[in-house]
């Protein structure tokens, strides 16, 4: 279960007791919803890994458990990720892509098949490619962060407003270089512009895993300053936390996290936003230690069910991206619009 | 006691808190005073550490501010802002819960539970525990704030225009509450005021301030005369004496 990761302790205070009796007073308990959302991405895994399977069970159990890993991966990194970032900011319409982490990514694929090929960008060593991915990536995050936050300046809108011009930049740059590249250049590379969860490399998958769990443990200890945070950074600082301590562990721990994953599988942040605002919505609480769990899960039940939809639905006929933002965003718009009728 | 020293804070070529020098955190109620702009919130927040003098020192109980630990901090001194927005939805028993953290760091304890529901009492806001902090009325939202501050159980608390916003009885019963937390629980309080008839009421010394220098610090009687105020806010101020007490009207 991805909500394994997370040791989350009982709530300190019951959640605040509302009328209404039997299964309404246990829905509004946070531990309950988070357990109904763990059986229901059970089902939805054992559907994805045990029907239509054509030939030797074992080998598609084999195939499919590396997908399903990587889900929970990916599902780990977008869900922690995107939370954390909207505590730091004080803001739930950003993610962290926002930084130019998918903008990144794109470039440095393009500039590899731009001055040496599709040829050899298809027979690039993968855990080289992973390792100067996830190097530049986090070289030009920790950059950012630290000129724009570390020095006496200390403006985390201002080094937002920095990561949106030079993820444009970057975005701009690739695309000028991708016109000028050979037609099935480009088609290689465009593939690896969407988001592909299935057969992935085991050994990048396994330190991107390694990268995301030792991530999630290290934001554990910070759960409750994550609480604080919410009520702002002036009246955190007056409550003792360390802001700018706490926010560099906690962005590094963001900055690692959606580096490893989207040098995995490539841009996947394009669903923090849903599954981050479902998430607020679903846990019924707004402490971390069930906000993020939550994000995790409902982050890994759109990529498991887009999965399904794409298979068993469309067969193949689209990327999974594009079922999850369509899907998601419908029903995110359908929870804005119901909120906002109340 | 809460001391600056020589404390100069410019926001580029704009110099906002200029050499101060000043003490306080004595017994009852500090009124700060003094036209907008003066450097009363900058004062302020070079107290509680959000921002650093560019130079002199502040001190609380001879803690230099810049070099001390934050939760140590934490554990002397509250300080209520101006505005107070939250992101997320908090009930009031949550919000009063955050003012433990600096003593437990989120895990509470029985001594915790308890400073919880004192303050909760003592704010009388035992039928609001439950609900969402935008579901309050402005005087009850402010209230709140106040628990949870109260809840911090610090010898110094600073709040910074808490009357921001209210009516003449919410007004009224903040200031109240604050002259009983000062004279029942030995709390040292600084506030920032904007209507000098209740800084007369219910403080005991009033700290002027005008231009980013203190330009009148004394008990609360001294510092109601018509000549002080009108230097202080440069405008017409009478000062007349109804029923025993000073009363400045500056209305017309």
Known sequence: MPTDTFEVGAPEIPAPLRRGRGLRELWSQPWVRLTVLAAVIAVAVGIYLFTDVPGSLAFALRIRGLTVAAMLVV?????????VFHTITANRILTPSIMGFDAFYVLISTIIVFFLGSQSFLTFDPLTLWLVQVGVMMTFSSA????????????????LLVGIVLGVFFRSFAEWMQRMLDPLDFQVLSDAMFASLTRPDELLLTLTGALVVAGAIATVPLLRTLDVLTLGAPAAIGLGVEHRRVVLALFTIVSLMVAASTALVGPILFFGLIVANLAYSYAGSFRHAWTLPCAVGIGMLCLIGGQLVLEQVFGYGGTLSTII???????????VLRKGAR | MIALENVTKRYGSTTVVDDVSLTFGGEGIVALIGPNGAGKSTLFSLVGRLLKPDAGTVSVDGLDVATASSPELATALAVLRQDNHV??????????????????????TEVDRDHIERAIDYLELDAYRGRFLDELSGGQRQRAFIAMVLAQDTRYVLLDEPLNNLDLRHMTEIMKLLRRMADELDKRIVVVLHDINFAATYADRIVAMREGRVVADAPAAEVMDAAVLERVYDTPVDVHEIDGRPVALYYS
């Open chain 2, 87 to 108: 992101g997320a939805r908090l009930t009031v028993h949550d919000l009063v819960e955050f003012g433990r953290f600096p003593h437990s760091r989120g895990r509470l």
């Open chain 1, 75 to 83: 599902a780990t990194a977008v869900g922690v990720s995107t939370v």
């Open chain 1, 325 to 335: 933002e369509f899907a998601g965003g419908l029903f995110f718009l359908y929870l």
């Open chain 1, 144 to 159: 950012l962060f630290t000129w724009l936050f570390g020095g006496r300046r200390r403006s985390v809108h201002l080094m």
